[in-house]
């Protein structure tokens, strides 16, 4: 059906990300020892301006999510929507930072592709065996739960089935709790994507989400982005709203959480520790500075806070 293709297009983005951040870190924009494990190849080259825009996503979500593991002493856990083929389970293991526990959340396809690797590839299936200490481990072709990190399949709409989905896999909501989004409520309608963040407002008591996606789509540079994914029969049903970083706030506002802040990627790229900028951008010579600008314009950071935990206070301190 229409539905069934539109999914199946939706659920291929999460190679695209992958490709860029492995190409990226090919260059050496920043360090991800593990992602090679999920992208098929480095692929064709990205210009410059890609790999730049990859780097704010990356440094931007990672401060806010280390801030906020840092200021609960891991005394947490993180909920990673739409997580794809992402590696932050290896990076926070490397980094000292691992939560009490990581859960992600993904279409059940894309979840067996990506447990498939990790049963496959020790680098991967290493960091899990080493933080698994009890007999529970569960390694199915739609599931993996150990005592760290657990892979759920399910769909991001159907709120009532995740939510028991978690609690099975042990959900503590009494936990302060991180809920991280990247690139994935803009597939979604805004109704469905509101729904879930009033989910989370509504079942944390200390929590923050931090969400990263496209913004200001309604100027012709923005129109040419949502034409490129449509192309691809990938409709981004969030975006053609027109969301501002207004309306990226109010969602979060309306739906129960206490603070919310957003920031486009070109402010996000100023306030970013100014000498890995400059390091980074010595890698590649950047022809099209205003190229880069208006790409950064259409992409944002937002997130909200409950329980007085400000941490996105931490964007300014840095
Ligand atoms: N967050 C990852 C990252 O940044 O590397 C992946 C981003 S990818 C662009 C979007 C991901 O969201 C895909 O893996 C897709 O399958 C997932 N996704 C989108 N809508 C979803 C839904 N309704 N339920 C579950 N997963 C969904």
């Given at each position: 059906?229409?539905?069934?293709?539109?999914?199946?297009?939706?659920?291929?983005?999460?190679?695209?990300?992958?490709t860029?951040?492995?190409?990226?870190?090919?260059?050496?924009?920043?360090?991800?020892?593990?992602?090679?494990?999920?992208?098929?190849?480095?692929?064709?080259?990205?210009?410059?301006?890609?790999?730049?825009?990859?780097y704010?996503?990356?440094?931007?979500?990672?401060?806010?999510?280390?801030?906020?593991?840092?200021?609960?002493?891991?005394?947490?856990?993180?909920?990673?929507?739409?997580?794809?083929?992402?590696?932050?389970?290896?990076?926070?293991?490397?980094?000292?930072?691992?939560p009490?526990?990581?859960?992600?959340?993904?279409?059940?396809?894309?979840?067996?592709?990506?447990?498939?690797?990790?049963?496959?590839?020790?680098?991967?299936s290493?960091?899990?065996?080493?933080?698994?200490?009890?007999?529970?481990l569960?390694?199915?072709?739609?599931?993996?739960?150990?005592?760290?990190?657990c892979?759920?399949?399910?769909?991001?709409?159907?709120?009532?089935?995740?939510?028991?989905?978690?609690?099975?896999?042990?959900?503590?909501?009494?936990?302060?709790?991180?809920?991280l989004?990247?690139?994935?409520?803009?597939?979604?309608?805004?109704?469905?994507?509101?729904?879930?963040?009033?989910?989370?407002?509504?079942?944390?008591?200390?929590?923050?989400?931090?969400?990263?996606?496209?913004?200001?789509?309604?100027?012709?540079?923005?129109?040419?982005?949502?034409?490129?994914?449509?192309?691809?029969?990938?409709?981004?049903?969030?975006?053609?709203?027109?969301h501002?970083?207004?309306?990226?706030?109010?969602?979060?506002?309306k739906?129960?959480?206490?603070?919310?802040?957003?920031?486009?990627?070109?402010?996000v790229?100023?306030?970013?520790?100014?000498?890995?900028?400059?390091?980074?951008?010595?890698?590649e010579?950047?022809?099209?500075?205003e190229?880069?600008?208006?790409?950064?314009?259409?992409?944002?950071?937002?997130?909200?806070?409950?329980?007085?935990?400000?941490l996105?206070?931490s964007?300014s301190?840095?």
């Amino acid at each position: 059906t229409c539905m069934d293709t539109a999914d199946e297009a939706v659920r291929a983005t999460c190679d695209d990300a992958t490709t860029c951040k492995r190409f990226a870190t090919s260059k050496g924009y920043w360090k991800d020892p593990h992602i090679q494990y999920f992208a098929r190849s480095v692929g064709e080259r990205k210009a410059p301006e890609i790999n730049r825009g990859y780097y704010a996503r990356v440094k931007g979500v990672n401060h806010l999510l280390d801030a906020f593991l840092r200021k609960s002493d891991c005394n947490c856990q993180v909920i990673n929507l739409g997580a794809g083929l992402d590696t932050v389970f290896w990076r926070l293991k490397d980094e000292n930072l691992l939560p009490q526990k990581i859960f992600e959340v993904d279409f059940p396809t894309v979840v067996a592709r990506k447990i498939h690797n990790i049963k496959t590839k020790s680098p991967l299936s290493k960091h899990l065996i080493e933080t698994h200490s009890t007999d529970s481990l569960i390694l199915d072709t739609h599931s993996l739960d150990s005592d760290r990190y657990c892979i759920i399949g399910a769909d991001l709409r159907e709120i009532s089935k995740l939510d028991e989905q978690l609690k099975r896999f042990h959900l503590n909501p009494d936990l302060p709790t991180v809920l991280l989004s990247e690139c994935v409520l803009v597939y979604m309608t805004p109704s469905q994507s509101s729904n879930l963040v009033r989910w989370a407002a509504e079942t944390f008591h200390t929590a923050m989400f931090i969400n990263y996606e496209q913004v200001n789509m309604s100027d012709r540079f923005g129109q040419v982005m949502i034409e490129n994914l449509q192309r691809r029969q990938c409709s981004l049903a969030g975006a053609e709203l027109c969301h501002s970083l207004e309306t990226q706030k109010e969602r979060f506002v309306k739906t129960g959480w206490e603070h919310a802040d957003a920031l486009d990627m070109m402010t996000v790229y100023s306030m970013l520790p100014q000498e890995d900028v400059a390091r980074m951008e010595c890698l590649e010579f950047l022809d099209e500075k205003e190229l880069l600008q208006q790409l950064l314009q259409h992409y944002s950071i937002s997130w909200a806070s409950k329980d007085k935990l400000n941490l996105g206070n931490s964007f300014s301190s840095s």
